[in-house]
């Protein structure tokens, strides 16, 4: 071990009772800092769309550099001949370097990890690296940066023990030879508590590198999936076992209010991208909430950004001129936009400090929470009418949108149609299929004997449902474990990977894709998990073709595209035949489709129809049970279409399938009059 120096010789200048927030300083080569502070990051050794000055402005006391882009590009050579990032980039203040670890993680794609390191393709040039923890610090060395992250293993928040606890164990044996690599060097290090979201190993990480010779300690993998709640909780247990004379650095958080929260836990550190990633889209933090500014109610509007900020923005710019370059797509508007978030991320920061020196935090959080979950009240927002998008990338016939709320899907470019379109997909997965089919609830296991649960996922388009399902699994095995669990197959029907292709290549914008399943669904066209209970097929090729031979599901996820673009898979043809399939066993089917041919087909099939819950906007959506009882035993006892639904479809204009002969129609009408879900009886 090296010997032990002071580096950044941290002092804590005041703490407040009924928080655990502290105001403290530590020294680096390159200045004072004074905590709480916020960093923003220079992904590509700049903080997007601004200048050193205007950061100044801003009022950026520290930055951050990520390693794991800058050794692909520029590469080491570059900062060698520069002598530093400092001097590469003309930023003479306090810089933090991170390891790699967290950009490895979102790609998952490209590449392997073992105990030696990530082995992983360049995106830039195709070339192989290893990215271990001595290669890391190399380039971090390289760069000079004050203070340097231990490489490691980022796994997502929703691992279950068994995979967490690996990578737990990894990037401790990584700290120690971080530890070693970094040596004598002035250069600063700091360890990364990992765990996931179990707080047992959070609490095993921070007492494994609390002992070590570390210059602070990070809170890692965080912000990965994981609920606000759960981010909390984790951060303040976490934080306990932490040793109270080390800075504290919460890294990727986050919002302001998630500052704010994190300030009053006892964090000292953070760095986001959101300040300026948000700018980019038009979203504005102010001291009345967050503003769109795209939104046209700022069109003629020559305020100022927000009233009571004094930042470069606010003193120049009308919210008409912002909002013109915006809509425009000028990269000034990013800049100033940019420039303005960074400001009142600072401010905020600096009022946290000042509020903790004055021994009045306490009050000032409860104050500053209530201001900070405010969302544009001066101009409210009315409801959606349709979501817009913004192409990014595109494979075959389907392309990546952005919409203006943030989350990304796929549209298919021929018919235009859009997957998810409305609320983010894993949202709309959850709520519409796993919550709606109580699938936790269904997996614990009651007897010594239980089959297992079998789903088809019809329509894997990118995986949005399966995952969501898979996800609910490794939940239920972090909690209970895998003996209180049934197993669980889903068998995904698809005869066009292009989508998950697609989008898995763009993990980074489907936080649901950050797993190794899909990579193993694309290859292999199966997945398990470790534990064995859990199995993932796909059938490859048209769901009718597979419909007679397929074994018989329990739940069905019934989400192909529309009617107007795969009309053949609903038609009452189809549903009969699944319908016929299930038989003798009860089944259930889950659909977001809500339309009256829809349901008049799946009745008349023999289904017992019933409203589903809405999901975001739609407001309706359908549940559909091969008997009666199946209905009559649902947990959330939906409610199964009545009179008001049979007068409705008796006056609409979809009443009948296309092309049925007037004999056919007379049958159909019958079979849905006399539906036994209909009779006064029933
Ligand atoms: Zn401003």
């Known amino acids: 071990?090296?010997?032990?120096?002071?580096?950044?010789?941290?002092?804590?200048?005041?703490?407040?009772?009924?928080?655990?927030?502290?105001?403290?300083?530590?020294?680096?080569?390159?200045?004072?800092?004074?905590?709480?502070?916020?960093?923003?990051?220079?992904?590509?050794?700049?903080?997007?769309?601004?200048?050193?000055d205007s950061l100044k402005a801003a009022g950026t006391c520290m930055l951050l550099a990520n390693t794991y882009h800058l050794l692909l590009r520029p590469g080491p050579e570059v900062f060698k001949r520069a002598g530093g990032i400092h001097q590469f980039i003309n930023w003479d203040g306090p810089m933090l370097t991170d390891s790699g670890g967290f950009q490895i993680f979102s790609l998952p794609h490209s590449r392997q990890m073992n105990e030696e390191g990530a082995l992983f393709q360049s995106y830039v040039d195709g070339r192989l690296y290893l990215l271990s923890p001595e290669s890391s610090i190399e380039m971090q060395k390289t760069m000079g940066g004050d203070i340097m992250m231990a490489l490691d293993q980022c796994i997502p928040s929703s691992a279950p023990l068994g995979p967490a606890k690996a990578a737990m164990n990894v990037t401790h044996r990584w700290a120690e030879r971080s530890l070693r690599a970094r040596g004598d060097s002035d250069q600063a290090l700091f360890g990364i508590v990992q765990g996931a979201c179990h707080h047992e190993l959070r609490k095993e990480s921070a007492a494994f590198l609390r002992d070590l010779p570390f210059d602070g300690l990070a809170i890692g993998g965080l912000a990965v999936g994981e609920s606000h709640g759960e981010r909390c909780d984790l951060t303040a247990l976490t934080i306990e076992q932490l040793p109270t004379n080390l800075p504290r650095y919460l890294m990727g958080v986050g919002t302001p209010i998630d500052l704010l929260e994190s300030v009053h836990l006892g964090v000292d550190?953070?760095?986001?991208?959101?300040?300026?990633?948000?700018?980019?889209?038009?979203?504005?933090?102010?001291?009345?909430?967050?503003?769109?500014?795209?939104?046209?109610?700022?069109?003629?509007?020559?305020?100022?950004?927000?009233?009571?900020?004094?930042?470069?923005?606010?003193?120049?710019?009308?919210?008409?001129?912002?909002?013109?370059?915006?809509?425009?797509?000028?990269?000034?508007?990013?800049?100033?936009?940019?420039?303005?978030?960074?400001?009142?991320?600072?401010?905020?920061m600096h009022e946290m400090r000042e509020s903790i020196l004055l021994g009045d935090f306490s009050s000032y959080y409860q104050r500053k929470r209530l201001e900070l979950s405010r969302i544009?009240?001066?101009?409210?927002?009315?409801?959606?009418?349709?979501?817009?998008?913004?192409?990014?990338?595109?494979?075959?016939?389907?392309?990546?949108?952005?919409?203006?709320?943030?989350?990304?899907?796929?549209?298919?470019?021929?018919?235009?149609?859009?997957?998810?379109?409305?609320?983010?997909?894993?949202?709309?997965?959850?709520?519409?299929?796993?919550?709606?089919?109580?699938?936790?609830?269904?997996?614990?296991?009651?007897?010594a004997r239980e089959d297992d649960l079998l789903i088809w996922d019809v329509g894997l388009g990118a995986a949005a449902n399966a995952m969501a399902a898979i996800h609910?699994?490794?939940?239920?095995?972090?909690?209970?474990?895998?003996?209180?669990?049934?197993?669980?197959?889903?068998?995904?029907?698809?005869?066009?990977?292009d989508p998950l292709t697609l989008a898995a290549k763009h993990a980074g914008c489907f936080p649901h894709l950050r797993h190794g399943a899909p990579l193993k669904i694309l290859q292999n066209g199966n997945w398990q998990h470790d534990s064995n209970l859990l199995r993932w097929e796909l059938l490859k090729g048209d769901f009718r073709d597979f419909l007679d031979s397929a074994d018989i599901p329990k739940l069905i996820f019934y989400d192909p595209f529309s009617y107007k673009t795969d009309t053949d898979l609903w038609t009452a043809e189809v549903f009969s035949r699944i319908f016929t399939r299930c038989l003798p066993k009860s089944a259930e089917l889950y659909t977001y489709s809500a339309s009256t041919a829809v349901r008049a087909a799946l009745l008349q099939t023999g289904f017992f129809v019933a409203q589903g819950v809405g999901t975001g906007p739609k407001s309706d959506t359908t549940i559909a049970f091969t008997s009666a009882k199946g209905a009559a035993d649902h947990p959330l006892a939906p409610q199964l279409l009545g009179q008001e639904w049979l007068k409705r479809w008796r006056r609409s204009a979809a009443k009948f399938p296309e092309n049925l002969s007037g004999q056919e129609k007379t049958r159909f009408e019958t079979l849905i009059e006399t539906h036994r879900q209909f009779s006064?009886?029933?």
């Open 1 to 52: 071990m090296p010997k032990l120096k002071l580096r950044l010789n941290f002092s804590i200048e005041k703490q407040n009772s009924g928080s655990k927030a502290r105001a403290a300083t530590f020294q680096t080569p390159h200045g004072d800092v004074k905590t709480p502070v916020f960093m923003p990051v220079g992904t590509q050794a700049t903080v997007k769309a601004q200048t050193v």
């Open 376 to 447: 544009d009240e001066q101009n409210p927002r009315r409801p959606p009418k349709k979501a817009k998008h913004v192409a990014t990338s595109r494979l075959g016939n389907y392309e990546i949108l952005r919409s203006v709320h943030g989350f990304y899907s796929r549209r298919q470019v021929s018919s235009g149609e859009v997957m998810h379109s409305v609320n983010a997909p894993s949202e709309e997965a959850n709520l519409l299929y796993i919550e709606q089919s109580c699938l936790a609830a269904r997996l614990a296991r009651k007897g």
């Open 269 to 348: 550190m953070f760095d986001c991208i959101i300040p300026t990633q948000l700018a980019q889209r038009g979203a504005a933090f102010t001291s009345a909430g967050k503003l769109q500014l795209r939104r046209s109610v700022y069109k003629l509007s020559q305020d100022p950004v927000d009233a009571q900020c004094d930042c470069r923005t606010c003193r120049q710019y009308s919210r008409a001129y912002i909002h013109h370059l915006i809509k425009a797509d000028e990269v000034l508007g990013w800049h100033l936009l940019g420039l303005h978030n960074l400001a009142f991320y600072h401010r905020l």
């Open 472 to 497: 609910c699994f490794e939940r239920c095995y972090a909690k209970k474990g895998g003996n209180a669990l049934r197993p669980l197959r889903i068998v995904s029907f698809e005869w066009d990977l």
């Open 680 to 682: 006064t009886d029933f």
